[in-house]
């Protein structure tokens, strides 16, 4: 496995980096298993797997609220290595912003190009204030709809330095089922395309961001039907549900 320095140097470059063997072979089964039955878990929330606003077509299934499903995403989103590398872009103080998945059908279709940290904070983008970890539940290829991604786009400060066409300059992310891709929130990016006859692409998507930034999901909401005792003292530290929210910067002032 690559060393976290090296991961680092790579984001640092390219934006996106792999570590692969992160997962092992029962475990990519166990959660491509509790994915399947999320699909319908989620619709009886009142969510829907399609969502037209996202998608050209209904051959990417989409899946929110992943925290509230199933205890297995609880425990990913928790997951050393992710964070690991989640601190070595974003510092210790940081949370989980977002956990959701994307399967992507043969004939699914792109969506529109963007930046996951451009959707939460407006320009200037001055420094990596998000970070997305990707898991690998299949093989990812530029075949079966690997994430597209611009090279380079992190460094991006305002969306006027975008290219005029940035999706005819991406390359897809391949990676082995049990990989992940670590991406910087900067990132300019799309999904990709399924242009297989029968290969399934399933990605979890965990989201995590600076802890002065609002996450995008509102988790008292999303767990009010999860026990208690189910959410560990670590994960609601990082999901920000203690009794204060955004101190730090208060207190290394008024503490100097």
């Not at 529109?112 to 200037?124: F, G, K, M, R, Y």
């Not at 009010?224 to 204060?244: F, N, Y």
């Amino acid at each position: 496995m690559p060393a976290t320095t090296e991961i680092t140097d790579r984001l640092a470059s390219d934006g996106v980096a792999i570590v692969p063997d992160v997962l092992g072979t029962q475990e990519v089964v166990a959660l491509r298993a509790a994915l399947v039955a999320a699909i319908d878990a989620y619709e009886a929330r009142g969510g829907s797997s399609f969502m037209p606003f996202l998608d050209p077509n209904d051959r990417n299934v989409r899946v929110f609220e992943l925290l509230a499903l199933d205890a297995v995403f609880r425990e990913l989103i928790l997951h050393p290595i992710a964070l690991e590398h989640v601190s070595a872009v974003l510092g210790e103080h940081f949370l989980i912003s977002n956990l959701t998945a994307n399967i992507a059908l043969p004939g699914s279709g792109s969506m529109a190009v963007h930046s996951d940290q451009a959707l939460v904070a407006p320009e200037p983008w001055l420094a990596p204030w998000s970070v997305n970890i990707i898991w690998c539940l299949d093989d990812v290829s530029p075949s079966n709809g690997g994430t597209r991604y611009l090279p380079g786009s992190h460094r991006f400060t305002e969306l006027s330095e975008l290219p005029e066409n940035p999706a005819s300059e991406m390359v897809a992310i391949e990676a082995p089922a049990g990989s992940i891709a670590v991406m910087d929130g900067r990132v300019w990016h799309t999904s990709g395309a399924n242009s297989t006859r029968d290969e399934e692409r399933a990605l979890l998507f965990g989201y995590y961001c600076a802890d002065f930034l609002r996450p995008q999901v509102n988790w008292n909401v999303v767990l009010e039907e999860v026990p208690g005792s189910e959410i560990s003292s670590e994960l609601a530290q990082r999901l920000g549900l203690g009794r204060t929210a955004n101190f730090r910067q208060g207190e290394r002032l008024l503490g100097s």
